[in-house]
């Protein structure tokens, strides 16, 4: 390969997140998406946007100071990346800002949905509002006019503030200039005013408006030259020093009180602010003007997804779905846990959701918790959520004298605080709590369970692509595979015994492990199958994940296509590869789907002589997966499972025009063009294994 500087062969990573926000965007701008669908679209692109900003703009402003000269595999220094990831993002919020504004609110209101600027207030209306604002907001406020006996006020990261020009004197003889005021985090963001005054059937205030019209009351006598709202985004990386610390919760628990309170990164203000109050904020937070972002809705855009939410419109919405409960979980007696684990021992049991509903992963574990015979629970939780039936469940069989061990990652970015509440209230009831190896997240998805069967002890295991967690369940498409084969459950066990336990590196009969074998693995059969294509036979790739970075998965890949391998990916989110390059990936097709459900699943297949190897696995192809996690990749090993995989991942993947994008040698997409039959492949899907 090439140095960077003079041919670069991978894409930026931050320049290819931003790609797949614009991505998502076209699904807000096309017409034919459902008009709370396209607001709710909206809203993902500005939550993306927040955690962009907070985790990969934040570790660029890092690299300019520590390695300002330091040329990347991309072929740019950390200042040039910077230039042109804001200049990107700048014009990706542009086009935010535009289609929110001038075509999707402007549509809700015709369709009674209605935010209501003070400048359309009736005299009803503005009596509703300042009533609304004495009573339930003014009370909350703490209005800080800056002087030398009040500095500038700490900001919470992203929290919604507004900075008031005033002018006179108060009570004490001060002259006034300027004022800040921040918006507890407890107010809501919008407020739903009764249709008989607002005149629409769904018409709602943004907590912004209140305070930007009312504003003045909490300045007697003084003269409010312009109120003007805004909001920081700062560095919500965590930093644990693992040499030192004795005790990862605890330390954990301290570094979140400071998360909010990082470095800022970003600064959002109104499009109308005065130069010199847009200057005066750059200055106190150290940013500049290229860190700042004019709007003309709401700083906090995402928070509109109440709208999505509250807003009783079935028609503006996508057509309910309904999962299916596919056999044999559809007529299993929920009373008799014996049946579910002997449809288990039959034979493997596949799930795809959220085509396929996620209450057979609930059924195992209730049966597991209920059944007399069970003696033992494992689980890994890398996200599962505040209010969680699987959680219970653990519970409940730890109170009933089963030995619940539970793998709980506290370093699951920005589920740290739910997952240590989890980890205390399961050691209240004496289930055995670790938090994985310190260094590397526990990132696999694994729940075993150890069951009497005549004497002896036969395992029983879920292994899945995604979290357990049954809200995005819904929403993420995941493979689940539930099963009995005593090799991967036996292999299961290994890797708990190593999570909880100290010990050397144990051999695994089928599953492949991060930071161990999972590299190694898909490098040897990409390299085999380059072998194959250099004797003349039928050689081919595919692989389906969120993202593709790593350099050496890479640089084999593309190997693979010089000596004639046929490579099909599929990737959701940031890919580094260059597809289609002559000389290099002419023989790679990268495509991206983005539609009514988030890609979620990773899947691996090797042709391999007509073999056919195909892995379900936790991990994408990225550093911090094959090196600085603990996952799991498993074989899908019987024959109609593994068709039906390779169908469902692939197959339908790469027939879609209606939802894909294919990935061009420079890193932009284009969308795929319709022809022949329309295809969608969430749609397919829905109809294939819904009800």
Known sequence: ?????????????????????????????NRNTPLLERLRYLCIVSSNLDEFFEI???????Q????????????????????????????LVDRQNNLLMNQVLPKLRAEGIALLPPPNW??????????CFERDVMP??????????HPFPRVYNKSLNFIVALSGQDAFGRSASIAIVQAPRALPRVMHMPSEISGVPHGYILLSALISVFVGELFPGLDVKGVYQWRVTRNSDLFVDEEEITNLRQALQGELSQRNFGAAVRLEIDQSMPPDLEAFLQQEFLLQPQDTYRVSGPVNLSRLMQLCNVVDRPDLSFPEYRPKLPAPFDHLP???????????AERDRLLHHPYQSFQPVLAFLTAAARDASVVAIKQTIYRTGEDSELMRLLLAAARAGKEVTVIVELMARFDEQTNINWAARLEEVGAHVSYGVVGHKTHAKMALVLRRENGRIRRYGHLGTGNYHPRTAKLYTDFGLITADQKICEDMDKVFSLLTGLGARRPLKCLLQSPFTLHETMLALIRNEASIAKSGRKARIMAKMNSLLEPIVIDALYKASQAGVKIDLVIRGACALRAGVPGLSENIRVRSIVGRFLEHSRVFYFHNDGAENVYLSSADWMDRNFFRRVEIGFPVLDKALKKRVINEAFTYALRDNQLAWRALPNGAYIKVKPSGKPFNLHEQLMRQLGS
């Open 334 to 344: 929920d009373d008799e846990p014996e049946a579910l684990f002997a449809a288990i």
């Open 140 to 149: 909350m406020l703490t209005p800080i006019g800056l002087d030398p006996a």
């Open 56 to 62: 990969r703009i934040s570790s660029l402003k890092e």
């Open 64 to 91: 300019q100071r520590q390695t300002p000269t330091l040329v990347g595999v991309d072929g740019y220094t950390p200042g040039e990346a910077f230039e042109r990831v804001q200049a990107a993002a700048h014009e």
């Open 1 to 29: 390969m090439l140095p960077a500087s003079s041919n670069p062969t991978l894409l930026n990573r931050e320049l290819s997140l931003l790609k797949f926000n614009e991505r998502v965007l076209a699904m807000a701008e």
């Open 122 to 131: 009736d005299e009803g209306m503005r009596e509703w509002a300042h009533d």
